[in-house]
């Protein structure tokens, strides 16, 4: 079972920036596919960014494109989510998703997620 951990989460002024990171655990991290989803309060769990093993395919919900990045680093075994211009309704709760084969956007298509990191945007 691939573990994922969050970190980076907190409360930030709309207008502003945070990083997210995500640490898996497992030898053939560098083949997985890693995924940021988010749930708003009171909202279904939505997608944010995904990102193949090879860095080499990248998607995005309409809602950050333009405005959030995701990147990963192979030798660290870690996935980050860099979120600028920050908005009210871009607060949530973050989650880190693995998906050990192949790469989707569908949150039941993940193998495993972590526990997330709360990101709140005051106005």
């Known amino acids: 079972q691939v573990q994922a951990v969050e970190s980076g989460g907190g409360l930030v002024q709309a207008g502003g920036s945070l990083r997210l990171s995500c640490a898996a655990s497992?030898?053939?991290?560098?083949?997985?596919?890693m995924n940021w989803f988010r749930q708003a309060p009171g909202k279904e769990r939505e997608f944010v960014a995904a990102?193949?093993?090879?860095?080499?395919?990248?998607y995005y919900s309409d809602s950050v494109k333009g405005r959030f990045t995701i990147s990963r680093d192979n030798a660290k075994n870690t996935v980050y989510l860099q979120m600028d211009s920050l908005k009210p309704e871009d607060t949530a709760v973050y989650y880190c998703?693995?998906?050990?084969?192949?790469?989707?956007?569908?949150?039941?298509?993940?193998?495993?997620w972590g526990k997330g990191t709360l990101v709140t945007v005051s106005a």
């Open positions: 497992g030898r053939t991290f560098s083949t997985y596919s």
């Open positions: 990102i193949s093993w090879s860095s080499s395919i990248i």
């Open positions: 998703a693995v998906k050990l084969r192949g790469i989707s956007t569908r949150g039941d298509g993940m193998d495993s």
